[in-house]
């Protein structure tokens, strides 16, 4: 074959630019080899970012897509590769992100032929993806990427093109014969406007009108649309919620803000949906129902941009399909102000109060560090200009109710999935899209070791080549899985189960500076705020071990959370002496939130 001979694995790299791809994270494997020689080869090529394990590399894709609002690209052999591929593919399935990924595969002459790592990736991907194809010919290549990028961007779900590696190799067409079972296509991909038909944001007018407790519980579907969705808490004199996703997208500072609703939320929140009598869900599909208002209670309308959400958590009087910046925008005009201002008032005396309560909570005394101390003591000092990745476990507890980010700074994590292992994937991927804003990562060390340890041998690789080297890995250190612990309290009344829960002992800032990178070790209150000052004003990454309390209580907000707490009582019971200290602190937590303000 001459040098000069375009192949398919040329037009797929050469595509993947046409597409803007900018970043191709993944691991290299034989199935894939020819793509990868086509990525050396081609001169303006997509970077190639080498993550530990195909989970890690799935999860980045997810992570760009998130911090960057396009979508993500991952790479991966066949087999053990592919396989490894699905965590971070139903991360991104579940929380609504555009994902590619690109999957090699054995020669076609012997699949299904129970071949070396020869899997059915057709099966094994159709409930992962919107879209999955295997390339079967080099006039097949074309219309396959293109139409899993535009797939991929227009459900907001992820997609895979799956290249049998003799596929790869076979030279392409030039020009693409115009002839029968031949398909012609183009990278081309545009955001549609979608608005509401006039009529329907008239009757959601009417319906928001006659509330006088109207409440907001906004999602990540409010991405683009902070402005719109302040102006209309204002115009309604509303209390605003957010899903865990929607956390970043509304500024906590305001007075009427009430901070994450659900089971890891405020009280703040709890009263907010509890009280109301009208519920506006703006770009939020947030499955914690229990935490809604009671049915029956209240009228409700709801803006999602995707018609198969309408209704589909909660029932609503009126379903607006639209973009929530363009559907607000064309609501704010019909939306009365109120003339009574007594909700908003009670709005942000129980507001005040969480706050009051948060600051209480932190300051309890714990065995060494309160975790909820550490997370809170990074409010004050996170950066402007920074971005924040979140793991899964008790972690995320304590950034839904302590952490305040300042307007413009995203934070993101695995939520619909909830997968552990998350917050290194996605820092990474953040900070490489950026790289002059100081990224923090905040995880459990179950998270850690689960994969965390493993991609800081990728920061340690990529750091000296960001304009600020400031990444900051907070590990919350207390050798458990303190959310499973908790759960089983709660949800079973069983006790712990150390050969479950225990993790061993890992010295995580010592492991950074066997990386090049710093250690910070800290386990005194006292401490706490200036190693955040001392990491966040590092010249290379950081790991920030703090060594915190396993049985600080995760208690959900009251009232759902005075429900939990027999059964709460019945496991730590189990649990003997051990459990003393978990039982003491729960108590104080009880009393703390029956005695609010």
Known sequence: MAEDQRLVADLVVERLRAWGVQRVFGHSGDGINTVLGAMRRAENRPTFVQARHEENAALMAVGHAKYTGGIGVVLSTQGPGAVHLLNGLYDAK???VP????VGQQERSVLGSAY???????????DATQYVQTVLAAEHALMVIDRAFRSALATRQPCAIVLPHDVQKLPVPDPLPQQHAVVASAPEWRRPQVRPMEADLREAAEVLNAGRR??????????RATEQVEAVADRLGAGVTTSLLGKPWVDERRPTSAGVM?????????????SCDTLLIVGSNDPWTEFYPPLGQVRA???DVDSRNLGNRYPVDVGLPGDAAQTLEALLPLLEPRADDAWRTEVVEAVGRWRTLATERAALPAEPLNPELVVRELTPRLPANAQVSVDVGSVTYWYARHLVLPPGVQAHLSSTLASMGSALPYGIAAKLAAPDRPLVALAGDGAMQMNGVAELITVAGLWREWRDPRFVVCVLHNQDLAEV?????ETEGDPRFPPSQ????FPYAGYADLLGLRGIRVDDPADVGPAWDAALAADRPVVLEAVVDPEVPLLPPFPAGEQKLEQMEQGLAQDGPDGERARRLLHEQAWQERNLG
């Open 485 to 489: 612990t908790w759960e089983q309290r």
């Open 262 to 274: 659900g089971h890891l939320g405020t009280s703040a929140s709890a009263f907010v949906l509890g």
């Open 214 to 223: 109207v409440a907001l519980l906004v999602g990540q579907g409010a991405r």
């Open 301 to 303: 309308v709801q803006i």
């Open 116 to 126: 070396q790592q020869g899997l059915d990736l057709q099966t094994l991907f159709s």
């Open 99 to 102: 994902v590619v990924a690109l």
């Open 502 to 505: 225990r993790l061993p002992a």
């Open 94 to 96: 579940l929380d609504n």
